[in-house]
């Protein structure tokens, strides 16, 4: 299923930074879940839990979509697999768009910066869920 960019008007792929030629791992997406628009010769691969570790091994972006505190602090032991060079998006169910969930930006920020990584942007993805994106510090790069 495409999702619509948010309100920005930018296209999401945009958004979250992914560009030709770049490799982009979807973790624990919603089955239907996509981006419209990807540009030309983008490698996309979903993985499950179980494969989340070399998931975020050779990847340019990654969109972890965590639902619950729990999923938050799976993905905290993983991120030091990421390389130096990528972004990590975590996105969470929107409260806007009427989702209880007990992930927001505050818990995203308490459990992933400790990692050595900062947070640069958040946006909308679509009407179900917001992301936040974290990159290496620039010392840790």
């Known amino acids: 299923m495409a999702h619509a960019a948010g309100y920005s008007g930018t296209p999401l792929a945009k ?3 992914i560009r030709d ?8 997406a919603p089955p239907l879940w ?3 628009d990807l540009p030309s010769d983008v490698t996309v691969a979903r993985n499950s839990p179980r494969s989340r570790r070399a998931a975020l091994t050779h990847v340019d972006v990654a969109l972890v979509f965590c639902r619950t505190a729990a999923d938050v602090a799976a ?14 998006w975590v996105a ?5 768009g009427a989702h209880v969930s007990d992930v927001d930006e505050n818990l ?9 990584v900062v947070d640069v942007k ?4 679509d009407v179900d869920w917001s992301g936040l994106k974290f990159v290496w510090r620039k010392e840790n790069r």
């Open 108 to 116: 995203l920020r308490e459990v992933l910066l400790p990692t050595g």
């Open 34 to 36: 996509s981006i419209p």
């Open 122 to 125: 958040v946006a909308a993805l």
């Open 75 to 88: 993905v905290a032991p993983l991120v030091g697999n990421l390389p130096k060079r990528s972004a990590l």
């Open 21 to 28: 030629g770049g490799v982009l791992t979807l973790l624990d």
């Open 15 to 17: 958004k979250l930074g």
């Open 92 to 96: 969470w169910p929107r409260k806007a």
